[in-house]
């Protein structure tokens, strides 16, 4: 492997450790602590290990944590009116509401009525529009956290070529936006996407949000790429083992023999998303509060 390692998981321990410092002045300055609620609808184990993640990590920095488990069969009505109180609660600075909802519920009913300063995960359209015209607003936090990472690799990232490969909403566009807004040029690739390998092999940076276990080959990497794997993909158990391994969506030997850095799976992006979860909500909590945050603090 002649790659170098991004580590996430160090970088996002150390992003933790820096909201946990400024919560702790926050809660000296406001006489509260900062807060997120976390709303889980029905009993979807994946769903139920994040939340108990999200909440766990959110009272280990110093914050307060408000969990809201409801029935699977919850009227969406009744979830509105939840997300109401939540708006109007002045102990909470982000709302999460975990996706993916139960069928009868309409997801974007439900994001669009968070309040967009409480929208931590910054997915109501308020904070998408933000991100497109170059406002301040939450940005999702997988997305950023990647931009993180790559800033913390190279520095200034203008006029470098990128490739997303996906365009979901939660990661691949907030992703190429984020990108513009660095001055990179961007390319957004996708399932009907022609000659994929072709369009990555001109990426200074490529980042692979698909969904799809090791599609990402080394050899479709030009010489010295960054690389950010965002996918998590569980493969079949082989023989001998209970669960079967985590992967990206980049194959990992190959990418490794010719990328300059790139993102082990596990261990890469993914401790970055609650990390920023977190430091999402603390800048919540300071402008909810009126309390003042340097510009570049987290
Ligand atoms: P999604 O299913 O919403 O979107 C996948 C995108 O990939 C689509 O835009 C589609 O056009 C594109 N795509 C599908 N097949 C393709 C192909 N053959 N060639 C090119 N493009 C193709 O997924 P998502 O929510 O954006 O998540 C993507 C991956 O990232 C998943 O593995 C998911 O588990 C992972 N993820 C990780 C984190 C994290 O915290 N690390 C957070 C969110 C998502």
Same mark, same amino acid.
């Given at each position: 492997?002649?790659a170098?390692?991004i580590?996430g998981?160090a970088?996002?321990a150390?992003?933790?450790a ?5 919560a702790a002045?926050f809660?000296?300055?406001a006489g ?13 184990p994946?769903?139920?290990?994040y939340?108990?993640?999200k909440?766990?990590?959110?009272t280990?920095?110093?914050? &307060?944590?408000f969990? #809201?488990k409801?029935?699977?069969? /919850?009227?969406e009505?009744v !979830?509105?009116? +939840?997300?109401?109180? @939540?708006?109007?609660d002045?102990a909470?600075?982000?709302?999460l509401?975990?996706l ?8 974007q009913?439900?994001i669009a009525?968070?309040d967009p300063d409480?929208d931590v995960?910054?997915?109501?359209v308020?904070?998408v529009?933000r991100l &497109?015209?170059?406002l #301040?607003?939450?940005?999702?936090? /997988?997305?950023?956290?990647? !931009?993180?990472? +790559?800033k913390d690799r @190279?520095?200034?990232?203008s006029g470098l070529?990128?490739v997303?490969?996906g365009?979901?909403?939660i990661?691949?566009k907030?992703?190429?936006q984020?990108?513009?807004k660095e001055?990179?040029t961007?390319?957004i690739a ?9 369009v ?5 940076i ?5 969904g799809r276990p090791e599609?990402?080959?080394?050899s479709w990497?030009k010489p010295g790429a960054t ?7 569980r493969?079949?158990?082989?023989e001998?083992?209970n669960r079967?391994r985590?992967v990206?969506d ?5 990418a ?5 850095a790139i993102t082990p799976?596990?261990?890469g992006v993914g401790?970055?998303?609650?990390a920023?979860?977190?430091?999402n ?6 402008r909810?509060?009126r309390?003042?945050l340097?510009k570049?603090?987290?």
């Amino acid at each position: 492997m002649s790659a170098a390692l991004i580590d996430g998981k160090a970088f996002a321990a150390t992003l933790r450790a820096k909201v946990a410092g400024y919560a702790a002045t926050f809660e000296q300055s406001a006489g509260r602590k900062a807060g997120l609620a976390v709303v889980l609808v029905g009993d979807d184990p994946a769903s139920q290990v994040y939340v108990r993640s999200k909440g766990k990590a959110t009272t280990e920095c110093g914050m &307060a944590g408000f969990e #809201h488990k409801l029935p699977d069969d /919850t009227a969406e009505d009744v !979830l509105l009116v +939840l997300i109401a109180r @939540l708006n109007a609660d002045p102990a909470v600075d982000g709302i999460l509401v975990q996706l993916p909802l139960p069928p009868h519920i309409n997801e974007q009913k439900v994001i669009a009525a968070i309040d967009p300063d409480k929208d931590v995960d910054g997915f109501n359209v308020v904070n998408v529009g933000r991100l &497109a015209t170059g406002l #301040h607003g939450f940005v999702p936090c /997988t997305p950023l956290g990647c !931009l993180m990472l +790559l800033k913390d690799r @190279l520095g200034d990232l203008s006029g470098l070529d990128v490739v997303v490969i996906g365009r979901s909403n939660i990661v691949g566009k907030p992703m190429a936006q984020l990108l513009l807004k660095e001055s990179c040029t961007v390319t957004i690739a996708h399932s009907r996407t022609k000659d994929l390998p072709e369009v990555v092999r001109r990426a200074d940076i490529v980042v692979a949000a698909v969904g799809r276990p090791e599609m990402v080959k080394g050899s479709w990497l030009k010489p010295g790429a960054t690389v950010i794997d965002v996918g998590i993909n569980r493969l079949p158990p082989v023989e001998g083992e209970n669960r079967g391994r985590l992967v990206g969506d980049v194959d990992f030997a190959s990418a490794a023999e010719v990328a300059g850095a790139i993102t082990p799976v596990p261990g890469g992006v993914g401790p970055m998303t609650i990390a920023v979860l977190l430091r999402n909500t603390l800048v919540a909590a300071h402008r909810n509060a009126r309390v003042a945050l340097a510009k570049d603090a987290l």
